[in-house]
């Protein structure tokens, strides 16, 4: 009877929250530009100014990645969405267009739910929060219940500064009684405008089946080929500090690296050089019976754990100084757990003959698993890396930088997201890294410049009788030049 109630109640919470968020969320709609951006920045600097403390409770909570590059993600959340969205427009008239004679209005979609997963939480906060504030809405969070006390901090952090600066109470909230039951509710209800879905299969494919318009991302699995022509050192660097970046919590981080026989010992050799421990046979079979259980899935324990505690829960004995585990791998599908998705510092590791076998190599992966997220290239060929750019079902190939900083735009220029979509391919709504564009719709103020004539004229339809009736000089002009032409 405690469950039902512990129902009962997180539904009735979702529903209060939902009210205030739709009352919140007109006030958001009439305030200006300026008031919208003071709103963002002051939220901004407050998560920045807590992002070590959030980013404690996040790592003591959970149990995963490191509290140090959680600060990091907290920053990135902040300061560096931040400067990235603030000039943006995203109120009123965003464009205006006099030579086609178009305006468009920026909308906001309204009240948008955003589901939060235990790996990135208090980062994922700061995030969402942003994007959506910046983009005229008001947001209700679903936290994971693994990290629900770390996500009601930060919620409770942007409250704080989004109230001080003007917004309306009830622009940020989040669910203090989690259950599948009330998420489900809050993504069915009827104030429910969109839903913004980061977690696992389960949570995005029950978003997008909902009913209600969702942005979802799916797993990613990114291969990473280092081409004959990579400079290796470099390469295994980007790929060392990637996968131990947060114990490679980060869904963009590798999953497998992919070398070519010319070079696979001189790419052993300088990974084992910065920190990899490669796993003989038996001990690889013995790691893959503990990471993959009976269901099919990973298990929970080795995501963002250390090697060293990886492998005490797997029995094995791996040297203090090592910081990734990595074994050689032949086969890809669901059986075999080093070519899929880990969320841990492990990697398999292929070797084929030349990049062609690579590239059909990945894509092999991708279909797998990660179809429409991301992948790398380690390469100095320009035309290597465009037939990679051709081919592959991502809708990210990196080159030449980490992973999981690259793929949400801390080394690149990718737009900077902690919600990476995937696209069609890997059942996404959208390709896109998400920012405040993907969070209003645009209204299009259109001007007529033709009419019924014109499209006549062009289609070679007009008739005597259309020109008796007034037919512009342009446009007997343009029927004289039609005749002569078909005359020459």
């Not at 469950?3 to 919470?13: A, C, F, P, W």
């Not at 070519?339 to 398999?348: G, N, Y």
């Not at 060929?381 to 051709?390: K, P, Q, S, Y």
């Amino acid at each position: 009877m405690e469950l039902v109630d512990k129902d009962l109640r997180s539904i009735q919470e979702v529903r209060t929250l939902i009210r205030e968020a739709k009352v919140a969320q007109e006030t958001l709609a009439t305030l200006s530009q300026q008031a919208i951006d003071h709103i963002v920045e002051v939220v901004a600097k407050a998560a920045y100014e807590d992002r070590e403390r959030l980013a404690k409770l996040a790592n003591e909570e959970t149990g995963f990645g490191i509290w140090q590059d959680k600060v990091m993600k907290n920053a990135f959340a902040s300061k560096y969405v931040y400067e990235y969205i603030k000039d943006m427009k995203t109120v009123g008239v965003v464009n205006d267009d006099p030579v086609k004679k178009i305006t468009e209005v920026a909308v906001p979609v309204g009240v948008v739910a955003g589901l939060v997963p235990s790996t990135n939480p208090t980062s994922t906060v700061i995030y969402k929060s942003l994007i959506a504030l910046k983009a005229g809405n008001s947001i209700v969070f679903s936290p994971h219940p693994n990290a629900l006390n770390a996500i009601i901090e930060t919620v409770k952090t942007i409250q704080k500064a989004a109230e001080a600066a003007g917004a309306p109470k009830g622009s940020v909230s989040v669910m203090s009684t989690p259950t599948m039951q009330g998420t489900h509710e809050l993504m069915t209800n009827k104030d429910t405008n969109l839903i913004l879905a980061t977690g696992g299969n389960a949570m995005v494919k029950a978003a997008y089946s909902s009913g209600t318009p969702a942005i979802g991302v799916g797993p990613g699995n990114g291969p990473a080929f280092i081409e004959r022509s990579a400079n290796i050192p470099a390469a295994v660097k980007c790929i060392m500090d990637s996968k131990t970046f947060d114990n490679g919590t980060i869904c963009a981080s590798e999953q497998s690296i992919v070398v070519e026989t010319v070079n696979k010992e001189a790419v052993k050799q300088e990974l084992i050089k910065q920190g990899a421990y490669f796993l003989s046979e038996s001990e690889a079979d013995k790691l893959a019976k503990f990471i993959l259980r009976s269901n099919g899935t990973m298990n929970p324990q080795i995501v963002g754990r250390s090697v060293q505690h990886i492998a005490k829960l797997a029995g094995l004995t791996i040297p203090a100084d090592r910081r990734v585990i990595i074994a050689e791998e032949t086969h890809v599908g669901p059986k075999y757990p080093y070519s899929r998705e880990k969320l841990a510092p492990i990697l398999a590791f292929y070797t084929v003959n030349n990049w062609e076998e690579a590239c059909d190599l990945s894509i092999q992966i991708l279909n797998g698993e990660g179809a429409g997220h991301t992948m790398l290239i380690h390469s100095e060929n320009r035309d290597i890396i465009r037939e990679f750019g051709l081919k592959k079902p991502v809708s990210r190939l990196l080159v030449n930088t980490p992973g999981s900083l690259g793929g949400i735009g801390g080394t690149t220029n990718l737009v900077p997201a902690l919600t990476l979509g995937c696209g069609a391919v890997g059942g996404s709504s959208t390709s896109d890294n998400i920012g405040p564009e993907n969070l209003f719709n645009l209204r299009r103020i259109a001007y007529g410049v033709r009419d019924l004539a014109d499209l006549r004229a062009a289609e070679g339809q007009t008739t005597a009788a259309t020109c008796e009736s007034g037919a512009s000089n342009e446009l007997i002009d343009t029927l004289v030049a039609q005749v002569l032409a078909r005359l020459q």
